[in-house]
């Protein structure tokens, strides 16, 4: 298979889609084609559920050892071709060149976690009321499940779904998102070339509709694992519910981060650059709300707004860039969009405010502040380079404001009192706290949020348990 010409793959082997299709797959620093993806439709989507079927009985049936080593050839594959995939990614979807290698590793440890986690996926013997019985527990996996994911984070989204669902004994199919399709053929490569039977993990690229109603209403899919915006993930939980498929939703979110004033003013700077300006900020769980302490704030913002203005924007491919393209012409009107509407508003340019001239779709890194309540960048997800920043009086009020929104999935702290790192994520509505540490994600920690950012947890025991049905068998034992 060459990286820039993708195939679906269905059944074990790469495929052009049933119609022929094919769609151009664009570089985002350049707003040029780097290459076509097959586009598959309802028919390829119909027969990877197939082929998932057909594979789920023996895969679930192979010893845990044996599904493991085949997890652990593919983590060892994709760490082998990490600067190849790593490139691949930066082409297509943008991000520095070290950052897309970080995601490789990261690809990789899911898959290796949980080739470990997959020997230790127990159940229980509980003790019955009366000598004549035994009681059962058994973890067995759900079947034939469907993965949806987004362009953000292309290959680590991938570890995140497939390796647990295919350590528990399930089979999937994969639909990646279109503008990043190219990375998605580059790991299932991988699987393949690790071993992995024919028909328990497949491709299907292509436009979302057809293909995730084969998702909704084939009762053979016993899971949907989404990774995407609320709205969407709205719609799946309603349709799902027709036949009561199971969900885990990782939805959008609207991060708050708070700096008190006894926090490491340096150490606090260079964490709010890390969570809100990688990936060019198109991170779900990236500070998209920074809330300082009134007694700081202005040497604060004085100081961030220095370091963001030192950030180097430009191709991913530059090692010198430190912020890449975002990932197109609407995501630069998005963030435009915001920054005018805050500037309307009143609200104070620290730095940056405007798109950088093409080829490619570039922002500046931008901080503003003091923006009103209903501004647009206070309550919707940013997904670019662009903060906003305001300022709290005490404790009650920074978390009064850290909570106020509808999303919950992460939320970041910076301080150096061990009582109120307590207090304070202890009362964030949010699934994942991040103390002193702007980057909580792990593969083996719950990945996750509360209220509209989503349910279920991805990552960790708990990422495979979503992968799992609990069956208790009731066993009478005559004396
Ligand atoms: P999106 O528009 O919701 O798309 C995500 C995926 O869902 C894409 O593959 C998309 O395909 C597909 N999709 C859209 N409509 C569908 C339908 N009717 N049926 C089946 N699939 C459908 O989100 P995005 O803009 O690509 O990604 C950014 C969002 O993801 C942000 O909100 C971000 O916060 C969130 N995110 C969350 C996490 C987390 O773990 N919580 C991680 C990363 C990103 P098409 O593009 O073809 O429509």
Not at 2 to 24: M, P
Request: net charge neutral.
């Amino acid at each position: 298979m060459r990286v820039d010409s993708g195939q679906l793959y269905i059944d074990g082997a790469f495929r052009e889609a049933a119609d022929g299709r094919r769609a151009e797959v664009v570089n985002p620093a350049t707003g040029d084609a780097m290459g076509s993806m097959a586009q598959g439709g309802a028919v390829d989507a119909r027969a990877a559920v197939d082929a998932a079927t057909r594979a789920f009985a023996a895969w679930a049936a192979t010893p845990a050892p044996e599904r493991a080593a085949v997890l652990r050839k593919a983590a060892d594959l994709i760490l082998q071709r990490r600067d190849a995939i790593a490139a691949l990614m930066t082409r297509e979807q943008g991000k520095p060149l070290r950052e897309s290698a970080g995601e490789v590793t990261m690809t990789a440890d899911y898959f290796q976690w949980n080739a470990e986690e997959a020997r230790r996926i127990y159940g229980d013997i509980i003790p019955a009321s009366t000598r004549a019985k035994r009681l059962l527990v058994l973890r067995q996996p759900v079947g034939v499940t469907a993965a949806i994911t987004p362009w953000n984070f292309p290959a680590s989204m991938i570890g995140r779904k497939l390796a647990p669902a295919l350590a528990a004994g399930c089979t999937a199919v994969l639909k990646p998102a279109p503008a990043t399709p190219l990375v998605a053929c580059a790991i299932l490569q991988c699987l393949h070339d690790a071993g992995l039977p024919a028909g328990v993990a497949n491709l299907v690229a292509g436009p979302a509709e057809p293909i995730g109603e084969v998702f909704l209403t084939d009762a053979r899919v016993r899971k949907i694992s989404f990774t995407g915006s609320t709205a969407v993930g709205k719609m799946l939980l309603g349709r799902a519910a027709e036949q009561m498929k199971k969900v885990s939703l990782e939805l959008g979110g609207h991060a708050p981060f708070l700096v008190f004033p006894d926090a490491d003013l340096d150490q606090a700077v260079e964490g709010v650059v890390s969570s809100r300006y990688r990936n060019a900020g198109q991170t779900c769980i990236c500070a998209n709300r920074l809330y300082v302490h009134e007694d700081i704030a202005a040497t604060f913002s004085q100081r961030l707004a220095a370091r963001v203005q030192s950030l180097r924007v430009g191709r991913g491919d530059d090692p010198s860039v430190d912020v890449g393209p975002l990932i197109g012409a609407a995501a630069v009107e998005r963030v435009r969009a915001q920054v005018e509407d805050g500037l309307a508003r009143g609200g104070r340019l620290l730095c940056g405010g405007e798109p950088l001239p093409g080829p490619g779709y570039f922002f500046q890194p931008t901080v503003i502040a003091d923006l009103p309540p209903d501004a647009l960048l206070r309550n919707q997800e940013t997904f670019g380079p662009l903060l906003g920043l305001w300022s709290f009086r005490d404790e009650a009020e920074a978390i009064a404001l850290a909570n106020d929104t509808p999303y919950g999935l992460a939320a970041y702290l910076y301080t150096r009192d061990l009582g109120r790192a307590v207090r304070v994520s202890e009362a964030l509505e949010y699934g994942i706290v991040g103390v002193n540490d702007p980057v909580p994600a792990t593969v083996q920690a719950p990945f996750g949020g509360v209220k509209e950012s989503g349910m279920g947890r991805e990552g960790g025991y708990e990422g495979l348990l979503g992968f799992l049905e609990t069956k208790f068998v009731s066993l009478a034992v005559p004396s």
